[in-house]
């Protein structure tokens, strides 16, 4: 069974940075894009980030491009996001996401599995 585990939130103020790590387990990690999406309280759930299975490709939202950065390591069967320069605009709960597959997808339904979330909030 596919586990996904999130840690690194908190509260930070504006301008603050914050790593997000996501651990997963139960099947072979270096196959699978993997994924980060968050969700404000009232709206849908919107993609932020994604790498594809070797690290080598990524992609981003428009509104994180270049103050966020996704990366992983496969022999710890783990990714991250990097958030610099956190704006009040991106709390939220952040979830990573297994792909089914190892090239980059910003659809939530090409994602098998979820993390629990962890909530990022931003002061202003």
């Known amino acids: 069974q596919v586990q996904l585990v999130e840690s690194g939130g908190g509260l930070v103020q504006a301008g603050g940075s914050l790593r997000l790590s996501c651990a997963a387990s139960?099947?072979?990690?270096?196959?699978?894009?993997m994924g980060w999406f968050r969700q404000a309280p009232g709206k849908e759930r919107e993609f932020v980030a994604a790498?594809?299975?070797?690290?080598?490709?990524?992609n981003y939202a428009d509104s994180v491009k270049g103050r966020f950065t996704i990366s992983r390591d496969n022999a710890k069967n783990t990714v991250y996001l990097q958030m610099n320069s956190l704006k009040p605009e991106d709390t939220a709960v952040y979830y990573c996401?297994?792909?089914?597959?190892?090239?980059?997808?910003?659809?939530?339904?090409?994602?098998?599995?979820w993390g629990q979330g962890t909530q990022v909030t931003v002061s202003s």
């Open positions: 996401a297994q792909d089914r597959g190892g090239i980059i997808h910003t659809n939530d339904a090409r994602y098998d599995y």
């Open positions: 139960g099947r072979t990690f270096n196959i699978y894009a």
């Open positions: 790498i594809n299975w070797s690290g080598s490709s990524t």
